[in-house]
């Protein structure tokens, strides 16, 4: 263990206080914490509520206004006016003037600087109940006794399965934690590949195991290469954190980051140990960086496939068969729980069980990549196939 150890140590120096990373790192948070002072006086937008003048003589429907306004938070304030305003001289509202209302209560007219169909609605019902009021006093009721009981006449809803709405926030929350998860596992796992192929044909391998079991020199790299994907995901994860709180976003979009975070954690370590072993025994098979790609392609596709899956899967058929399967299969689910979780349609149990899984596919993936990087590594020759690998292995 302590050579694991000692190995790890060096992969991670290595990769994580290279020039090149400490400026891409760095330019990633300048940009992330840029964009968000760049977007917030766009995202905020104007807070001050819109201005409706009301002529004195249609002042009665203010107090039916402000209710009614206040119960839909529309963002309203009637003033009422000594006299009817008047247009400008080029016969446009005048500055700071959202509309203007006047002439009797019951049958209102409306001036209006653009299309507003939210205070259009608003003034004909403030119009009716006002006429309401007047009937029933004319008839000897009491009006509030009369708004008391229709306020009371609400209906009981039972909503009965799908209700067909899509709320953006929790797909928003569980693109963010997929897309970052597979963008750092991407990157990972390139750097182990290279770093394999690296020292193989540069035959530095050759003397690191002669003193190192391949098994021992694969997880040293593994936990290294861990390590500094873990200080990746930091430096892009908690500039997005800042980001969001900043622009307010958890507000908004109603994103709980504490379960957000979480998961992330969870779903980033099970699918480090899920993919990047696997990586790294493969990349064993080739003893040029020219050759990767045509070891690894199936391995990226693999990791496409359900980051797809849970990108257009899940928001439709949240808790389907067929996605409730996918979800227990270790290569789809640091992809499918987090998103599930976000829609809220996952549950205990199954999150429990899909972990359960992976924790046991781990050691199998990690015997298989072992085998193979100890089969391949000593290969100085073209691209080894994989079942030769296994034997040698």
């Known amino acids: 263990m302590t050579m694991v150890w000692l190995i790890a140590k060096r992969e991670f120096r290595t990769r994580t206080l290279s020039k090149a990373n400490i400026i891409s790192s760095a330019i990633m948070i300048v940009l992330i914490v840029a964009a968000a002072l760049v977007l917030k006086p766009f995202l905020t937008g104007d807070d001050e509520a819109a201005l409706v003048e009301v002529d004195a003589a249609t002042a009665e429907l203010i107090p039916y206004l402000e209710g009614a306004a206040e119960a839909q938070e529309a963002d309203y304030a009637f003033v009422e006016a000594d006299a009817v305003p008047a247009l400008d001289v080029d016969g446009e509202m005048p500055e700071g003037v959202h509309a203007i209302i006047s002439g009797e209560p019951a049958t209102p007219e409306i001036t209006l600087s653009g299309n507003d169909g939210t ?3 608003l003034v004909q019902g403030a119009a009716q109940a006002v006429a309401l009021d007047a009937e029933v006093s004319a008839l000897g009721g009491d009006p509030d006794a009369v708004s008391a009981a229709l306020s009371q006449a609400t209906p009981t809803v039972t909503m009965v399965g799908d209700d067909g709405e899509f709320d953006g926030g929790t797909f928003f929350a569980g693109l963010v934690v997929i897309v970052v998860l597979f963008i750092i596992l991407i990157q990972s796992a390139s750097v182990i590949m290279m770093g394999v192929v690296e020292e193989k044909s540069s035959r530095v391998v050759e003397i690191l195991l002669a003193t190192v ?4 020199l694969l997880g040293g790299k593994v936990l290294g290469v861990g390590l500094y994907a873990l200080v990746q995901a930091a430096s892009t994860v908690l500039p997005i954190v800042f ?3 900043y622009l307010d976003l958890y507000a908004t979009l109603d994103i709980e980051m504490g379960t957000l975070l979480s998961t992330f954690a969870v779903w980033f370590v ?3 140990a899920v993919y990047i072993v696997f990586f790294g025994g493969l990349a064993a098979l080739v003893s040029r960086q020219e050759d990767i790609g045509a070891v690894t392609t199936p391995m990226m596709l693999l990791m496409m496939v359900p980051l797809y899956l849970a990108i ?4 439709n058929n949240p808790d389907g068969t067929i996605t409730q399967v996918l ?5 789809f689910a640091p992809f499918m729980v987090p998103m599930r979780s976000a829609f809220g349609t996952i549950s205990t149990a199954e999150t429990v069980l ?3 899984i992976c924790l046991v ?3 199998l993936l990690t015997w298989i990549a072992g085998r193979v990087y100890a089969g391949a590594v000593l290969n100085t020759g073209g691209r080894m196939k994989l079942g030769d690998a296994l034997r040698r292995g």
């Open 119 to 121: 205070l259009v609605g």
């Open 213 to 216: 079991r391949p098994a021992t």
């Open 243 to 245: 980001a969001a709180w």
């Open 270 to 272: 099970l699918g480090f």
């Open 312 to 315: 257009y899967l899940v928001p």
């Open 327 to 331: 979800t227990q299969i270790p290569f």
């Open 354 to 356: 899909a972990i359960v």
């Open 361 to 363: 596919t781990v050691p």
